[in-house]
């Protein structure tokens, strides 16, 4: 009698995480993101910058089982953590692949992705755009300018001082005497006196207004009719030539192993590539493996 298996069992993929162990060149994963990377003598190191505390954990591991020592120190900036491997020999390969002549990252032209590099790229910079479209970012998302308060919303706290208030007495004032009138003055001349009247003799003078039409023409300016401002456009972001190539180049490789992606958000200074619709997505987990523990849920393509 056959029995049907009640859980599908997933197929090993070529390219996925299980196809090979963990080894150090992994970390192109990093450097196809926004990951940098540095040389010294016969060493190399690796860094990059994270959104969120749980993805420099998840790193930290999977770098660890790579025999790398890492550290993940906070920014402070936005909330943002650093993943910064030591220098080490096993980079020395990575970093002699990934950098010219004057130390400038170059994305080699033998770049390959597969599910161990495409693992640590989501773990670093992964995450969905919404129900159909995955992001793989190429940098850290631009930071959020801190929110300007409303004076109504400042609360102002009293200053403790160390001596108490001195209170400051009013200045004294004339006693009062109720139901005292007021001497009346003997001068014959009171402040309401409008004195001799000098002008008596003076004739009443009619104006006709005649004068008015012997006054010059003045012509005034026409009014100038009210034009909106004008509103600044937006430049978009410079792009160095080297680092677009670099773009490209992770772009053909997410080709070569079946995804397809759209660069988005270049000219805005937020870069991605967006994976669009559930057949991709659903590649793109066959490819990167089971979620951390630490992924929050929703993150981690399925």
Do not use: H
Request: charged residues 25%; hydrophobic residues 40%.
């Amino acid at each position: 009698m056959p029995v049907t298996p009640t859980v599908r069992a997933r197929q090993l993929s070529l390219f996925g995480v299980e196809a090979r162990p963990p080894a150090p060149l992994d970390l192109e994963g990093l450097l196809a993101a926004a990951g940098q990377v540095g040389r010294m003598g016969g060493t190399g190191r690796v860094s990059i910058v994270v959104d969120e505390a749980w993805r420099c954990q998840v790193l930290r591991a999977e770098l660890e089982v790579r025999g790398l020592t890492v550290t993940c120190e906070p920014t402070g900036e936005d909330g943002r953590w650093q993943l910064r491997t030591s220098y080490s020999a096993l980079l020395a390969p990575l970093a002699a692949a990934w950098l010219d002549d004057s130390g400038g990252k170059v994305s080699p032209r033998t770049l390959a992705l597969d599910g161990r590099r495409l693992r640590l790229w989501v773990a670093a910079a992964g995450s969905y755009e919404g129900p159909r479209s995955y992001l793989l970012r190429l940098a850290p998302r631009p930071v959020t300018p801190p929110e300007i308060m409303e004076i109504d919303q400042i609360v102002f706290e009293p200053l403790e001082l160390d001596e108490a208030p001195v209170t400051v007495p009013n200045p004294p004032r004339a006693p009062e005497r109720p139901n005292v009138r007021q001497r009346k003055s003997e001068s014959k001349i009171t402040a309401f006196d409008p004195g001799p009247d000098e002008y008596a003799d003076v004739e009443e003078v009619f104006d006709a207004g005649e004068w008015v039409d012997e006054l010059p023409t003045v012509e005034l300016d026409p009014v100038t009719p009210e034009v909106e401002p004008q509103v600044a456009e937006v430049e978009p972001v410079a792009l160095d030539r080297q680092v677009a190539d670099n773009w490209i180049a992770v772009g053909d490789a997410l080709v070569a192993v079946g995804l397809p992606a759209v660069l988005v958000g270049a000219d805005s200074g937020d870069p991605a590539y967006r994976i669009v619709g559930p057949r991709r997505i659903s590649r793109l987990a066959e490819l990167v493996g089971e979620a951390p523990a630490l992924a929050p849920a929703g993150v981690w393509p399925a």
